[in-house]
């Protein structure tokens, strides 16, 4: 048993149905309801009876809530009351950001400029479900995310539930990336009809995570494309780039000495414009100078990035 089933199984219990409840917690539906048989089955009870309305707590399973509701409030306790014994360095840094090497290239230059003795960093290339988490869960005061036209609604839904704000870097257009000896690698622009023959290689998102966290541009003719190759890192994204005819979609961005030499990127001629790069944070909260100054990082390679791309 762990606290995030038991946060989840509570969330149940409130909206009386795991339809409306896995909503609210941004999971799937049938990842929820895994969860939920996984936990009665170790327990050895039947927490909710299911009927058409939706479900409804058994005697054992309001006995079960009553016991594990004062342990979320008792962690939440500790946590509040060791988190202001700790001795905090003279600089700290915690960061979410999707797999994007020009991010990297900020912190890089970023940290050149600092002349520190002690210091705690903390950087995560992660998925866009878990930069989200990250920031509302404060284990990371920025994240960096990007919204496009299909998946804005969606979004901007999770991030005002959060508490979650979005400020927009820069307006790109999605590109093709690629080995430079690709098939295609000769075209100035490429036309999406063209690459239905090609693997598309895509970054794995976690089970619960809706297809809107996806880390690489989505459009809406996704489903033609029936070669698709999932990886994990960014390390084995490159290799598969340069070692075969797949093919990804993302900013375009694509710095020197921070992305495969081997790779290239071409703009989509039908999505122009429709990358909204940008960062998150928790709503009422100020950033450091640190961080200021990191964003103005970002901003920096990635408007000379894109005038080299031009």
């Not at 704000?165 to 790109?172: A, D, G, P, R, S």
């Not at 039908?270 to 100020?286: A, F, H, P």
Request: proline share 3%; hydrophobic share 40%.
């Amino acid at each position: 048993m762990t606290f995030q089933q038991i946060q989840y199984i509570i969330e149940i219990s409130r909206c009386g149905s795991i339809s409306k409840a896995s909503k609210n917690l941004y999971v799937a539906q049938p990842y929820l309801s895994k969860l939920l048989k996984e936990l009665e089955e170790e327990i050895g009870i039947t927490i909710f009876n299911r009927n058409i309305k939706g479900v409804e707590l058994t005697d054992e399973g309001k006995e079960f809530i009553n016991h594990v509701r004062p342990l979320l409030e008792q962690k939440k306790k500790i946590i509040e009351m060791y988190s202001h014994h700790k001795t905090n360095p003279a600089m700290y840094i915690a960061i979410s950001t999707q797999r994007y090497p020009f991010v990297i290239k900020a912190f890089i230059e970023f940290f050149k400029k600092k002349i520190i003795n002690k210091f705690e960093i903390h950087i995560r290339e992660v998925g866009m479900y878990r930069v989200i988490n990250d920031v509302y869960e404060k284990r990371s005061a920025l994240g960096i995310i990007f919204i496009s036209e299909l998946t804005e609604k969606f979004l901007k839904k999770v991030l005002a539930s959060k508490d979650i704000e979005f400020y927009e870097i820069v307006k790109l257009t999605p590109c093709v990336f690629f080995h430079k000896n690709h098939p295609l690698a000769q075209n100035n622009e490429i036309n999406l009809n063209e690459l239905y023959n090609f693997p598309f290689a895509s970054f794995e998102e976690e089970a619960s995570a809706s297809m809107d966290f996806a880390e690489e541009f989505l459009f809406y003719d996704f489903n033609l494309i029936e070669k698709k190759i999932f990886v994990e890192d960014r390390g084995t994204m490159i290799n598969i780039l340069t070692n075969t005819n797949a093919f990804s979609i993302g900013t375009g961005i694509l710095p020197f000495g921070y992305a495969g030499p081997e790779i290239i990127s071409k703009p989509i001629i039908q999505y122009k414009d429709e990358i909204r790069l940008g960062w998150i944070k928790l709503s009422n909260t100020k950033l450091d100078d640190d961080m200021e100054l990191f964003i103005e990082n970002i901003k920096s390679i990635v408007s000379e990035s894109i005038q080299k791309l031009n």
